[in-house]
Nanobody
Framework: QVRLVESGGGLVQAGGSLRLSCLAS????????MGWFRQAPGKERDFVAG????????LYIDSVKGRFAISRDNAKNTVYLQMNSLKPEDTAVYYC???????????????WGQGTQVTVSS
C-alpha cells in the first residue's frame, strides 16, 4: 500500500508562488512515475504535471508551461510542484498520484493523496 501526503497549499495573490510537496511511503517510491492533478469546484480532476521515476522525463499541460516545475528527490521520497506566476484560474485542490508509468490519464494512477487547497486571489 502507498500513502501520499500533500502539503504546501494556501492562499496567495495573483503573481505569487507556492511550492507543493508530496511525501510518499509504503512502497518503492523511486520506481514510480508521479503526477500532479487539480480539481476545481464542479470540474473534473485534470492532469497538471508529471515526472518519470528517474526525473528524466516531465510532462506539463500547456497552461502551466513556463510557470510550474515538477521535480523529485527519491532519497526523500518526495515530489515537488513549484508554482510561479500564479493566476486565479489555478485555484483548485491539488493532488499527487503514483503510477508505474508516466501518463496524463488520471484513471491510470493507482494511488492518490488527500489533496491540498490552492487559492489564488485576484
Amino acid at each position: 500500500q502507498v500513502r501520499l501526503v500533500e502539503s504546501g497549499g494556501g492562499l496567495v495573490q495573483a503573481g505569487g508562488s507556492l511550492r507543493l510537496s508530496c511525501l510518499a511511503s509504503g512502497r518503492t517510491f523511486s520506481s514510480d512515475a508521479m503526477g500532479w492533478f487539480r480539481q476545481a469546484p464542479g470540474k473534473e480532476r485534470d492532469f497538471v504535471a508529471g515526472i518519470s521515476w528517474s526525473g528524466g522525463n516531465t510532462l506539463y499541460i500547456d497552461s502551466v508551461k513556463g510557470r510550474f516545475a515538477i521535480s523529485r528527490d527519491n532519497a526523500k521520497n518526495t515530489v515537488y510542484l513549484q508554482m510561479n506566476s500564479l493566476k486565479p484560474e489555478d485555484t483548485a485542490v491539488y493532488y499527487c498520484a503514483a503510477n508505474i508509468m508516466l501518463t496524463m490519464n488520471p484513471s491510470r494512477y493507482n494511488y492518490w493523496g488527500q489533496g491540498t487547497q490552492v487559492t489564488v486571489s485576484s
